[in-house]
């Protein structure tokens, strides 16, 4: 076969520059070894953002008791399992992805694809046909992705434990579970499968939950969790895994045993790049670097690779973001190129932990001359009227004028993100934030409490 692009991996960045590489008139062949559409939308942010908003919901009904009288709730996983199979992944079949890819003009071929040289692609078609070769005129994207890591605990191979896919595709709640991992997504299946009744220790090697957040954010969702009845051990090192009967047995370093009926391991992902044939054009899979539009391997090379494995951030913003430039890129059109001096990132747990640019520890690091400010959003007038469920922060991280990062952690804490990141994005200088005018009574007012504290 011969195409102008050959797309590897279609996670959203690749499936979206496949479509429009295809709509503008390109010959486009995209290889997919299992969903085209890639982890979000079926073993990720959606399915999971369904469990957390019914999580949310069971949640609001319990407060509902201390503000709007008695509800009586008896928590049910039914609809979520129906919501996420039915509504989110149409039973994890991506016919209606592969449809729009095809509508679009790309061929797509299920298999696995790998380099083979300079723009030059094998393919290993999943139903076990004789492999294909194709020629890209222009160039290769690889999307390929990442996979959940298996921590070397001795006894855990082997074993039933579960991963993103296995408890986003749960028909029931297990009645005790042991979360091994406190980033974002062991925190938020944590709260989800708390919240539905579950007995749930969550596991961190670390010292704190969300290593990657401020330390005030760790702290509050830690506390958050712990009254909701969740067990956390932070600091503590699994050391053996032993599976029988049904049941997981955990032991930690310290000896402590913790016995659940199921075991998920949210501890990182390993990026998708070891059997691309990158060395193939000269590449090193452990040591990949990529530029500002998204080029591997020099300027001419024909190799782009976006989403997860460029280490830019693991989310589908990025994914998105990168795949437009590397569009323009493969399309010879200029454009902007890649900024990630304003990533923001939300963990969808209550209260939401967003987060854009540097922390205050980042910053410091990086020698820069840093004032921050901080603000209590419970204890603002949006926070008095919300009542339970309110608490949370704003947090800036100030460098020579402008805001270098920024935290909002509160009921959507997400969405006041929004506003820290147009200041963080475009440098708007602090004296003009300070000259805004914030809306009263809302959640994001306290910004303007937080920027107040910098002087202070
Ligand atoms: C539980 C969970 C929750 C998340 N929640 C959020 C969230 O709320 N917000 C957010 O922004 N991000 C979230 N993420 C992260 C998000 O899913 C990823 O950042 C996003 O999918 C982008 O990844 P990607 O583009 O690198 O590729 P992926 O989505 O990982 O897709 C890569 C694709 O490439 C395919 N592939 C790999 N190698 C080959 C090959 N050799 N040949 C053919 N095909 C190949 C894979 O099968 C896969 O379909 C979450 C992740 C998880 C696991």
């Avoid at 939308?41 to 009288?69: F, N, T, V, W």
């Avoid at 294909?132 to 890591?149: F, S």
């Avoid at 500002?292 to 690779?305: F, H, N, P, Q, V």
């Avoid at 440098?427 to 809302?442: D, F, K, Q, S």
Wanted: with cysteine; net charge negative; glycine share 12%.
């Amino acid at each position: 076969m011969d195409a102008d692009v050959v797309v590897i991996g279609t996670g959203p960045g690749g499936e979206s520059l496949a479509n429009k590489a295809a709509q503008a008139g390109l010959k486009v062949v995209a290889i997919e070894k299992h969903l085209v559409g890639g982890e979000c939308p079926y073993y990720g942010c959606i399915p999971s953002k369904m469990m957390l908003r019914a999580a949310d919901a069971l949640a609001e009904a319990h407060r509902a008791g201390q503000l709007a009288g008695d509800v009586t709730i008896t928590p049910s996983w039914a609809p979520v399992a129906k919501r996420i199979a039915e509504e989110a992944t149409d039973h994890w079949n991506d016919e209606a992805a592969v449809r729009r890819l095809q509508d679009s003009g790309a061929t797509v071929l299920r298999g696995t694809g790998r380099l083979d040289g300079s723009r030059h692609v094998v393919v290993t078609p999943s139903d076990g046909s004789a492999e294909i070769e194709i020629d890209a005129r222009i160039g290769v994207v690889l999307n390929p992705g990442t996979r959940p890591a298996a921590p070397p605990i001795a006894g855990l191979e082997g074993t039933p434990y579960w991963t993103n896919r296995e408890a986003l595709q749960t028909t029931e709640v297990p009645a005790e579970l042991i979360v091994i991992g406190g980033g974002p997504i062991g925190c938020e299946l944590t709260q989800v499968f708390a919240r539905f009744g579950s007995r749930v220790t969550l596991v961190q090697h670390g010292p704190r939950l969300l290593p990657g957040d401020e330390p005030d954010a760790s702290a509050l969702l830690e506390k958050v969790l712990v009254e909701e009845g969740v067990r956390v051990l932070t600091g503590a090192e699994p050391a053996e895994v032993q599976y029988a009967e049904g049941r997981f047995t955990l032991r930690l370093g310290d000896g402590q045993r913790l016995e659940a009926d199921r075991l998920l391991v949210a501890a990182g992902r390993i990026p998708n790049l070891d059997s691309l044939g990158l060395e193939s054009v000269g590449l090193d899979p452990r040591r990949i670097e990529v530029d500002e539009r998204m080029r591997a391997g020099g300027a001419d090379s024909g190799l782009w690779i976006i989403g997860d494995v460029t280490g830019h951030g693991a989310f589908t913003h990025v994914s998105m973001y990168q795949s437009d430039i590397a569009l323009r890129d493969v399309q010879g059109t200029d454009g902007a190129p890649a900024y990630y001096h304003a990533v923001p990132h939300t963990t969808f747990t209550d209260p939401e932990v967003g987060g854009v640019g540097l922390t205050e520890e980042a910053a410091r690091k990086q020698g820069l001359n840093v004032r921050v400010g901080q603000a209590d959003l419970g204890a603002s007038s949006r926070g008095f009227t919300h009542g339970p469920g309110a608490a949370g922060f704003i947090k800036v991280v100030e460098a020579d004028g402008v805001l270098v990062g920024a935290t909002a952690v509160g009921p959507a804490g997400g969405e006041i993100l929004a506003a820290l990141t147009l200041a963080v994005h475009a440098r708007v200088p602090v004296e003009t934030l300070r000259t805004m005018i914030y809306a009263y009574p809302t959640f994001h007012r306290t910004i303007e409490s937080a920027l107040q504290d910098l002087d202070g």
